[in-house]
């Protein structure tokens, strides 16, 4: 058993010896470079010669629509009758398949509610609870201190509820899909029938990929990722009755869940502005003043250079007094 091992080292003290390994070393590294290289070239050449064939994603999805919001911009402010509604169209339409669990009620205070306006939004929720004399499930009244409950016990629950589909949070959404609002409310208004859809470009889809029909209990909509999605549309228009007297189309609909979602993503919004306006005249005037302070004291100062290192003449005869006190040359 002993040779078993003893023989391979033999042979590389042989090559060792006659100073091949680095030849071999170099010889197999230049194999699998040419290797590396031909693999590349061969994809390159086959990329060409037969293209990966356009999706219909590809050819017909659409870039979200431009939505402006009050609370855009640097010095954006959210505009609570707006984000009220949008809180609305929440409650009557979304909260059936969608939760807001980094939500609590007593957060849209901050939308101009009043303590009792919040407590008995509050109670017209049913929160889960334990049964305090039996220890089972049970659900009681919200009260502020409590988070928005989600509409399904857990995902399996959901799932069953909507095809398989799992209904994202809504909480952060504004912060996780690119473009934000504005992608939220294209995705809301953005429902069509796909029959005689045509591109940009002019081009029908069912024409040009005749196999991208949308399958059974999906919807069809350009401006999701993939142009099929579970969720049918959510807002028609006119099922919401606004207190104000807004008008309940549609498009107003889908913007005021819009700017109410961009305020649930990030409801410090309005101080984060507010703190970093007041750092930006913080330092200016600093840098104002020391500018000021800069040309009092020190503009007229003249700079002075001192003689130093070590060809300074002190330097030179110290070093040089050393060297003969060790008896080093030089």
């Known amino acids: 058993m002993g040779f078993l091992f003893a023989f391979p080292a033999m042979v590389i003290g042989f090559f060792v010896r006659l100073g091949w390994v680095r030849s071999i070393a170099l010889l197999v590294g230049s194999g699998f470079a040419l290797a590396a290289t031909i693999s590349l070239g061969s994809g390159i050449a086959a990329y060409y010669a037969t ?3 356009p999706l219909a994603a590809d050819e017909f999805h659409l870039e979200p629509k431009e939505l402006t919001l ?6 954006g402010r959210f505009d609570k009758a707006q984000v009220q509604r949008g809180l609305q169209v929440y409650t009557e339409v979304c909260k059936g398949c969608h939760s807001l669990n980094f939500v609590a009620f007593r957060d849209i205070k901050a939308l101009g509610y009043t303590d009792n306006e919040v407590k008995a939004f509050a109670a017209q929720w049913d929160v889960p609870s334990i049964n305090p004399d039996t220890g089972e499930p049970a659900t009681r009244k919200g009260i502020p201190s409590d988070h928005f409950p989600a509409p399904f016990p857990n995902e399996t629950a959901a799932r069953a509820n909507n095809n398989n589909a799992l209904p994202p949070d809504l909480s952060l959404i504004a912060k996780s899909r690119e473009g934000g ?18 591109n940009e470009k002019g081009a029908e889809l069912l024409t040009e990929f005749p196999d991208a029909k949308t399958p059974p209990n999906l919807h069809f909509n350009p401006y999701f990722a993939n142009l099929n999605l579970a969720m049918p549309p959510p807002l028609k228009g006119g099922e919401i009755t606004y207190a104000d007297g807004t008008p309940n189309t549609l498009d107003q609909e889908a913007k005021d869940v819009a700017a109410f979602l961009a305020w649930t993503a990030e409801p410090k919004l309005e101080a984060r502005h507010a703190t970093g306006l007041s750092v930006t005249i913080f330092l200016l005037v600093a840098t104002i003043l020391a500018y000021l302070a800069y040309q009092n004291v020190w503009a007229s100062a003249k700079r002075v250079v001192r003689v130093t290192g070590p060809l300074e003449p002190n330097n030179q005869a110290k070093t040089k007094k050393a060297k003969t006190k060790a008896g080093v040359a030089g």
């Open 51 to 53: 293209p990966p064939l």
């Open 181 to 198: 609002p504005s992608y939220i409310y294209s995705l809301l208004t953005g429902y069509t029938n796909q029959a005689g859809y045509r």
């Open 70 to 75: 009050a609370s855009d911009g640097p010095f």
